[in-house]
C-alpha cells in the first residue's frame, strides 16, 4: 500500500492534492491541523495536514465498481483483514480526535461537502495483513461503546456516530458527557417516535397474542386483560388455543378464575366460530395461542386454521429479551405471515441489555404496546413508550 502526506491549507485543496497523484481510489487514514511558520511564535499559518494512502494494484484498474454493488460500513473502532474486502461502498464518517478543539470555521460545510464526495468516490480497499485505527473523540466512543454493550445494531450505531461526531465539531469539540447523551436520546427518540406506542386503542374486539414458547404469552395475556378490566371496566373474555402445552388450558383457567371472565376452548376454526359466539357480550376477546418451536414453519400455519384472522383482530408478537438479536429476527421472521400490529417485550427484569428492542423497531417500522418486569398478575406490565424504551438503553432515569 503506498501512503503518502499532503499539507494543503484547506481541506478541499488536500482533497485535490490526494485526487490528483492518488487518484479517487485513494483512502483518507488520517487528518489534523497543524500551524506552519510565523516569527518568534506569532503569525503562524493554519494548515491541513492529511494521510493519505492507495493500493496500487487498484489504481491501475478501470473502475472497482462491481455490477451488484453493496453498501457496507467499516467499524468505526478497529478494522483487521487479511483478505481483500469485496467491492463495496465505503462510509468515512469519523474525524480524527487529533484535530485541535476550535469554533467551527467557514471552511467547515466546505469540508463536510468534500468528505460526503470522498465516501461516494471510494469504492474498495485493500489492507493486508494490517490494522487501520480510526479515531474518535473519546466522550463519544464512551457513549457508543455503552450502545453496543446494550447490543444496538451496527447500522444505527454508524448513524449515530455520524450525528454525534458532527456535533461534537460544530459546537467546539467540547460538549460535555451529559451533552452527548442528550444528542443520542434525542436521534433514538427520532428514529422510534414515527410508530405506534402504548397501551391499545381497543378500537378490535379480537387481541391475539403470538410467539414461541416460553415467552410468556398467557401470563402477559392476563396482565393485559386485567388492566383493561380494571383501567378501562370493560367486559373480557379468553380463547386459547394452546391445547399442546401440558397445564396450559388449566393455567389460562385460574387466571380466568381470579378476573372472573369466561374462557372458551378451541381446536379448530369451528371451535373458534363457536366460541366467538359464545362471547358475543364481550367488548373484548383476547386470544391466547400455542408457543411451539419457531423454527418449525407448520406451527404458523397451524394458527392460521385455528384461529380466524378475516376478523377485526389486534395482534401483538411476544417476545423475550433474554433471548439473542438473531433468534428475535428469527421469530419475528416466521411469523411475518400474520400481520403483527405491535410487538410485547418481556422479561426485562431478567436482562440487563435492552438494545433489540429499539432494533427490532426501526428494522420493522412496528412500534411497542407493552414491557413486562416480573410475574406478578395483573402487575408487573407497563405501556411502552419511546422515552421509557430510549432511557432503559442509555442507563438514565
Request: charged share 25%; hydrophobic share 40%.
Amino acid at each position: 500500500m503506498k501512503i503518502q502526506k499532503y499539507l494543503a491549507s484547506s481541506m478541499p485543496e488536500a482533497m485535490k492534492k490526494v485526487r490528483s497523484e492518488l487518484g479517487n481510489e485513494a483512502v483518507i487514514l488520517h487528518s489534523k491541523v497543524v500551524y506552519t511558520g510565523g516569527f518568534l511564535g506569532l503569525f503562524k499559518k493554519r494548515n491541513i495536514e492529511v494521510l493519505a494512502a492507495i493500493d496500487p494494484s487498484l489504481s491501475n484498474q478501470p473502475s472497482a465498481i462491481a455490477k451488484n454493488k453493496k453498501e457496507a460500513v467499516i467499524s468505526p473502532i478497529l478494522l483487521k483483514t487479511s483478505n481483500p474486502i469485496p467491492d463495496v461502498d465505503v462510509k468515512w464518517d469519523v474525524p480524527n480526535k487529533s484535530i485541535e478543539k476550535k469554533p467551527p470555521t467557514p471552511e467547515y460545510p466546505k469540508i463536510m461537502q468534500e468528505l460526503d464526495k470522498l465516501n461516494q468516490s471510494v469504492q474498495s480497499i485493500t489492507d493486508s495483513n494490517k490494522e487501520l485505527v480510526l479515531e474518535i473523540p473519546n466522550p463519544i466512543k464512551k457513549v457508543l461503546q455503552n450502545l453496543s454493550n446494550q447490543g444496538i445494531d451496527h447500522s444505527i450505531h454508524t448513524a449515530l456516530l455520524h450525528v454525534l461526531v458532527e456535533k461534537w465539531y460544530a459546537t467546539g469539540s467540547n460538549a460535555s458527557h451529559k451533552e452527548i447523551v442528550n444528542w443520542t436520546r434525542d436521534r433514538l427518540m427520532e428514529m422510534i417516535s414515527p410508530f405506534s406506542f402504548g397501551e391499545l386503542k381497543l378500537q378490535k374486539k379480537y387481541i391475539n397474542v403470538i410467539g414461541p414458547t416460553g415467552v410468556g404469552k398467557t401470563t402477559t395475556l392476563a396482565k393485559i386483560a386485567g388492566n383493561i378490566i380494571l383501567k378501562e371496566q370493560k367486559k373480557v373474555g379468553f380463547i386459547t388455543t394452546d391445547t399442546y402445552r401440558i397445564g396450559a388450558i388449566e393455567q389460562l383457567k385460574t387466571y380466568a378464575n381470579i378476573l372472573s371472565v369466561p374462557v372458551e376452548v378451541c381446536y379448530s376454526l369451528e371451535d373458534f366460530h363457536a366460541a366467538s359466539k359464545k362471547l358475543n357480550t364481550c367488548d373484548v376477546v383476547l386470544i391466547d395461542t400455542a408457543g411451539r418451536n419457531f423454527r418449525n414453519k407448520k406451527y404458523v400455519d397451524d394458527l392460521m386454521e385455528v384461529v380466524d384472522y378475516k376478523r377485526e383482530m389486534e395482534t401483538l408478537l411476544v417476545l423475550s429479551m433474554t433471548a439473542k438479536q438473531q433468534d428475535l429476527e428469527e421469530i419475528y421472521n416466521q411469523f411475518s405471515a400474520i400481520q403483527i400490529n405491535h410487538f410485547v417485550f418481556t422479561k426485562l427484569d431478567e436482562t440487563s441489555s435492552y438494545g433489540a428492542m429499539l432494533n427490532l423497531i426501526v428494522k420493522y417500522k412496528i412500534g411497542a404496546a407493552y414491557i413486562t418486569t416480573g410475574q406478578n398478575v395483573p402487575d408487573d406490565i407497563i405501556p411502552a413508550n419511546p422515552t421509557e424504551l430510549v432511557n432503559r438503553i442509555l442507563e438514565v432515569e
